[in-house]
Each structure stands twice: as structure tokens, then as C-alpha cells.
């Protein structure tokens, strides 16, 4: 099959809503972001042939994917679960994509949710590491966590550019600036880089206002073709380019840190969309760590090796900057859920992302990372 990307459309977008007191299920977060989307779409579950879903870490559940189905009464043709970590969603509009290509579906959900905030207590960092069914061999024993993992990567960066800590805490200031627009944003309060600088510390040389907070989410969009996306609700969303990016799943296993992943993946959708990074109007990134958006900003190809911190320092990630980046606050804001890139990044190209909107978006990047940058998915989506 040659690229399955040319006749692929995202048709509708949601979000579950965002609640500081109520406990609810990640199967009961994906149905409600799923209902969401087909409401934005304007289709309900009959027309709904495909779930795909992200694997919860803090809620798992055997066959997630068939249990949401189930409760969405969806018949499908197409159900799995996707276990890629940050890249779960982007990987489950890929799997979608090519389901669609291929005949298999017409019509896929794709979501990802869990309830992390809800179920894990006290030190989230280690009750996280105790959820997990596994356990990483090489790394596990010697204390590496999720944070350290970025956080050499974070010491690899500045050593190799010369750069300081204050290119890491002008991610996290850049993101609290899109932030304090948000209506229902739980971190709104202004945000001074002396205040990141100052804020406690996790792995050195990340600090907590470098990592993002633990929540819970619900995320959906529907993935479906450019001929049935005609007939529905939303103006036509096209997914223009697409591609993914693997690397080694241990640290120690890979060559060179950062990971080469999110270039093999950037080089990929690029070059279906035939598109250059300047083509771009706003970029949506993974930014569970500070440290990975700004090695994103530079696979990417927004900026040379070195220079990403002076572009979230100098106002060029701002809305009116040259290259807008995560418009909601992204997973700095919101917690680690995924799937914010891709719902912002499909309201950006429809013109509707509100006081988000950069004005005359075109093309958008929605991208996503697995593990310590081990594989990644960029997507180029334009109307």
C-alpha cells in the first residue's frame, strides 16, 4: 500500500469535561470525550464502525477498547487498544487511517483517558512505577524513573548547546501564558521563570514546574474519509501528512540521546504533506517535561539544535508569534493527556479553537512521544 494518508479526514472532536471533586472511571472519561466528538460530528454510535483506544496506566482494564465499545454500543469492525504511551493517540489516527485505507472501516474512533489524578495518591511518581504490571530490568533497579529518563536527556541538551536551566523554565512560562486565557485552566496563576527556577526539585535538572501535573483526562477524535467528512457537521479537517518514529525502549539502549524518533516521524509526514516547518501556523507538542518540547520544537525543524528555548523565551511559541505552540497550555497545564494536540490541532484548522485561535490557521502540527522520546507520531492536518 503506498502512503494511506491522501483521502483520511478528522471529523469531529471532544473532550470530557474537566472536574477537580468528581471520581469517574477512564472507561467513563473515554465515553464521555467519545460522545463528545460524535456530537461535534454530528453522527451517533450507529454510524460508528472502529475504537481505538489508548492502554489507561492508572485505571487498566483487560481489552479497554471492547469495554468502551461496549458502553458506546458501537459494532466494530476495528477495535484495539494501543499501548504507545504519549504516542497513543497519534498512533491510533495512523492505525485508523490505514483501517480506512483499507476498507476494513469507515468510521473510527480514536480516544485516550485515564484517571491518574484519582487513583494515584501521595507520590505519584513511584505510586505510578507500583501500577505498572512490568518491570524495566535494566533500569528499574537503579532507581530511573519516568522524570529521571527526561531528565538525562534534559542534561544531555544543555551540555551539547551550552544552554541552562533557563531554557527549560521558559517552556513552562510560555505554557501558563496560553493557560491564564483558559476559562476552566487549573493552573491559571501567573507563572515567573524565578518561580520555576525556585520550584522543588524532581530529577536534576528538571524541577516540578518542569514536569506536568498528574490528572485525569478524556480525549476522542473521529477519524473517517474526506468523502463522508463532507456530509457531516464540521467543515473538512484533512489529514495531510503523517508519519512515525521508533527508537529503543531502554535509555541505555539508545544511541544518542535526544532520540532520533520524533525527526524519523517529522521527516516522514513532511514530506507526504509536501509542507516545510515555515508552512506551518501552530504546533501542537508534547510537553509532559519542559525538556521534551524543546527537543520537539527542534526535530520538528521550528529552530537549529540549541536555539528552542530562545524561541519560547522570545514570544515566537505566543499567539501573534511566529509559530504558536500548544495554544491550550498543553500537558504543563492540563496533565499528562495526550490527546490535548490533537482536538486543539483540529480546531485550529477549522478556525473555531476560540480564544485559542491563531488568526488564518492553515496547517497545523499535532505530535506525540512514547516513553523517554522512543517513538514518535507527527501529523499535518490542513483544511
Given at each position: 500500500?503506498s ?6 479526514a478528522?471529523?469531529g ?53 471492547t ?13 484495539m ?36 489524578g ?18 524495566d ?9 519516568v ?56 530529577a ?8 506536568c ?13 474526506v ?6 457537521r464540521?467543515p ?8 512515525e518514529?521508533?527508537c ?27 509542507v ?26 521550528f ?7 530562545s ?12 509559530i ?15 490527546v ?11 478556525g ?6 491563531v ?13 523517554p ?9 490542513g483544511?
Amino acid at each position: 500500500m503506498s502512503q494511506p494518508y491522501g483521502n483520511i479526514a478528522l471529523a469531529g472532536v471532544g473532550e470530557a469535561a474537566i472536574s477537580t471533586t468528581q471520581v469517574r472511571s477512564a472507561q467513563e472519561l473515554a465515553v464521555e470525550a467519545g460522545l463528545a466528538a460524535m456530537a461535534d460530528a454530528g453522527l451517533t454510535s450507529r454510524d460508528i464502525d472502529g475504537v481505538i483506544t489508548a492502554s489507561p496506566a492508572g485505571d487498566p482494564h483487560f481489552m479497554f477498547s471492547t469495554l468502551v465499545a461496549e458502553a458506546l454500543n458501537v459494532r466494530a469492525r476495528v477495535n484495539m487498544a494501543v499501548q504507545a504511551a504519549g504516542a497513543s493517540p497519534g498512533m491510533g489516527v495512523l492505525y485508523a487511517a490505514r483501517a480506512i485505507a483499507a476498507g476494513d472501516a469507515h468510521t473510527v474512533l480514536v480516544c485516550e483517558s485515564d484517571s491518574r489524578g484519582a487513583k494515584f495518591k501521595g507520590d505519584k511518581i513511584q505510586a505510578m512505577r507500583a501500577a505498572r504490571p512490568w518491570i524495566d530490568d535494566w533500569e528499574d533497579p537503579f532507581g530511573l524513573t519516568v522524570p529521571g529518563k527526561y531528565a538525562l536527556i534534559a542534561q544531555r541538551w544543555m551540555h551539547r548547546h551550552g544552554r541552562g536551566r533557563e531554557d527549560l523554565a521558559a517552556v513552562a512560562v510560555a505554557a501558563r501564558a496560553h493557560a491564564m486565557r483558559q476559562p476552566h485552566a487549573p493552573r491559571k496563576e501567573p507563572l515567573a521563570m524565578e518561580k520555576v527556577l525556585g520550584s522543588a526539585p524532581i530529577a536534576a535538572p528538571l524541577h516540578a514546574f518542569d514536569c506536568c501535573p498528574v490528572a485525569d483526562w478524556g480525549g476522542a477524535v473521529l477519524v473517517t474519509s474526506v468523502e463522508r467528512a463532507r456530509d457531516l457537521r464540521q467543515p473538512v479537517v484533512r489529514l495531510l501528512g503523517a508519519g512515525e518514529g521508533h527508537c529503543a525502549y531502554h535509555v541505555a539502549d539508545i544511541d544518542d540521546l535526544p532520540p532520533s524518533a520524533t525527526r524519523q516521524s517529522a521527516e516522514a509526514a513532511f514530506g507526504i504533506a509536501g509542507v516545510k516547518p515555515d508552512d506551518i501556523d501552530t504546533a501542537q507538542v508534547f510537553d509532559a517535561f519542559t525538556i521534551a518540547a524543546l527537543v520537539a520544537m527542534e526535530e520538528l525543524g521550528f529552530c537549529e539544535p540549541g536555539a528552542a528555548g530562545s524561541l519560547f523565551a522570545g514570544g515566537h511559541t505566543a499567539l501573534g508569534g511566529s509559530i504558536p505552540t500548544n495554544t491550550t497550555g498543553g500537558m504543563l497545564t492540563w496533565g499528562n493527556a495526550h490527546v490535548i494536540v490533537l482536538p486543539e490541532a483540529v480546531r485550529q484548522v477549522r478556525g473555531d479553537a476560540g480564544v485559542n485561535q491563531v488568526a488564518g490557521a492553515k496547517l497545523a502540527l499535532a505530535h506525540g512521544i512514547g516513553g523517554p522520546m522512543s517513538l514518535a507520531v507527527t501529523m499535518i492536518l490542513g483544511r
